[in-house]
Every structure is written in C-alpha cells, then in structure tokens.
C-alpha cells in the first residue's frame, strides 16, 4: 500500500501525519529523517491495527499543488 504523507516544517524541527491513518503521526530533524520515521510509524501502526483485528484503512487521500 501507499499511503500519502503530510510533512509540516516547525520552527525546530519537521513533523508529519497520514491522513488516512489518524494518530500515526513523527517527526525528524530533517525532511529525510522525517520520512524514514514514517515508514517505522505506518508499520507500527498497521501491526496495532492487524492486533486489534480491525481492518487495514485503504489509502484514500490524494496529493496535488496548486499555483497561484
């Protein structure tokens, strides 16, 4: 699966959440880091999940920009 990502910068540090994962959230002293922290935070929390017997949420969020 492939879950989008939102990745905010704070004054010390970044931190990101997944939309369609509430709760699963990090964060990293750089944008690298923040990701691959991601990566550890959705496996954990997918395996939380699996344990409670629940279902897995399909990714549903689309990303895009728009200029103005």
Request: aromatic share 6%; hydrophobic share 35%.
């Amino acid at each position: 699966m492939r879950y989008a990502i939102v990745i905010e910068k704070g004054p010390h540090n970044y931190s990101a959440y997944v939309p369609d994962l509430p709760g699963c959230v990090t964060t990293g002293k750089t944008v690298e880091e923040t990701q691959a922290n991601m990566r550890e935070a959705i496996d954990l929390h997918l395996a939380g999940i699996r344990a409670d017997g629940e279902a897995i949420p399909e990714p549903n969020t689309a990303c895009g920009y728009v200029e103005v």
